[in-house]
């Protein structure tokens, strides 16, 4: 994920979402914690409380975010299935 803000400049920061924990506050907001990766190393929180929830719906069910997902999780989930069926193929050759 790439984050950018007027304040930066040019800089784009990115954000490894892959490596991230997840755990909730005295308060029962969700806080996420990661990192930026490049081009400097930061540590980041995001602290999501219930009233960012319609928000967050708003955004992932507008048709672009939902076709966007589904495009890219069918991809990966093909590469998955391709390099699966390649392992299982390459284990029979090998019996």
Same mark, same amino acid.
């Given at each position: =994920?790439?984050?950018? *803000? @007027?304040?930066? %400049?040019?800089?784009? #920061?990115? =954000?490894?979402? $892959?490596? &991230? *924990?997840?755990?909730? !506050?005295?308060? %029962?907001?969700?806080?996420? @914690?990661? +990192?930026?990766? !490049?081009?400097?190393?930061? +540590?980041?929180?995001l602290t999501i409380?219930?009233? !960012?929830?319609? %928000?967050?719906?708003?955004?992932? $069910?507008q048709k672009e975010?939902?076709? &966007?997902? #589904? ?6 989930f093909g590469a $998955? =299935? ?6 299982? @193929?390459?284990?029979? @050759?090998?019996?």
């Amino acid at each position: =994920m790439k984050v950018w *803000s @007027k304040g930066l %400049g040019r800089l784009v #920061l990115n =954000m490894d979402l $892959s490596r &991230y *924990s997840i755990e909730t !506050d005295d308060h %029962g907001n969700l806080l996420v @914690k990661g +990192k930026i990766t !490049d081009p400097v190393i930061w +540590k980041f929180r995001l602290t999501i409380n219930k009233e !960012d929830i319609p %928000g967050l719906l708003h955004i992932v $069910s507008q048709k672009e975010a939902l076709l &966007y997902g #589904l495009r890219h999780c069918f991809k990966m989930f093909g590469a $998955s =299935m391709n390099n699966f069926a390649g392992r299982i @193929k390459r284990r029979l @050759k090998k019996a």
